[in-house]
């Protein structure tokens, strides 16, 4: 199994509807990365979480970390094209920076 | 642009040869890492330096081997390449390690005939 699962694994949402990416870990959280990637290109850094309960936002994305449940979720209000693309989370999980991936979300949004 | 820089970023070569992917991290960036994706495995970490020294080895095969030179760029060389060496590679920096943010390149994509 994963040691990062990520659900949905893929996802297609109207233009303007909100949605939910979640990130779960089976190991202890040291930080976890969310990056945004178009297909065959490079991975995009989005945010990044390290405090139990922090959260943060950039632009209609929002990002959580529950470190309790060692899990994290996207959020993306009033979903754009734009917003298209494979989102991935990261995680720091032996505390030296190298990080572990999740099998990517693969987000369209229908104009 | 993440200020990583990668070459290149196309290579297709043939079974059994010896290629070398190149990573020049964003200004400062003292951590460097490497990492393959397949369509198969996702994004699977291979390894990592600090400043000149080996930090953390992941599902790095033997056949593949890095080093980081002392202006900091980074070099990975994959040697008796097979067809499932096929993947994008990508190089990451980070300024220290642990707790800042990895930045990432636009990735080498090595297809192995």
């Known amino acids: 199994s994963q040691e990062l699962e990520q659900s949905p694994q893929s996802l297609i949402v109207q233009e303007g509807k909100n949605l939910t990416i979640n990130c779960t870990s089976s190991?202890?959280?040291?930080?976890l990365y969310w990056y945004k990637q178009k297909y065959g290109e490079g991975l995009i850094f989005l945010m990044m979480?390290?405090?139990?309960?922090e959260e943060k936002s950039h632009e209609k994305i929002t990002a959580k970390l529950d470190e309790k449940k060692q899990q994290s979720s996207l959020h993306i209000t009033a979903s754009q094209p734009s917003h298209a693309g494979i989102y991935l989370c990261?995680?720091?999980?032996?505390?030296?920076?190298?990080?572990?991936f999740g099998q990517g979300t693969e987000l369209s949004v229908k104009p | 642009d993440s200020g990583v820089t990668q070459t290149p970023k196309h290579l297709i070569t043939a079974t059994g040869q010896r290629v070398t992917l190149r990573c020049s991290p964003r200004?400062?960036?003292?951590?460097v890492y490497w990492y393959q994706q397949s369509l198969d495995q996702g994004l699977q970490f291979l390894i990592q330096?600090?400043?000149?020294?080996?930090?953390a080895k992941g599902n790095i095969l033997e056949r593949f081997s890095a080093q980081q030179f002392p202006d900091l760029h980074s070099e990975l060389n994959l040697s008796s390449l097979e067809l499932g060496d096929s993947a994008l590679y990508f190089c990451?920096?980070?300024?220290?390690?642990?707790?800042?943010?990895?930045?990432f390149g636009q990735g080498t994509r090595l297809t192995v005939v």
């Open positions: 990451a920096s980070s300024t220290h390690g642990e707790g800042t943010e990895a930045f």
């Open positions: 190991k202890t959280l040291y930080g």
């Open positions: 200004s400062g960036d003292l951590s």
């Open positions: 979480l390290q405090k139990g309960g």
């Open positions: 330096y600090y400043n000149g020294e080996e930090r």
């Open positions: 990261g995680a720091d999980v032996n505390q030296g920076g190298k990080l572990i």
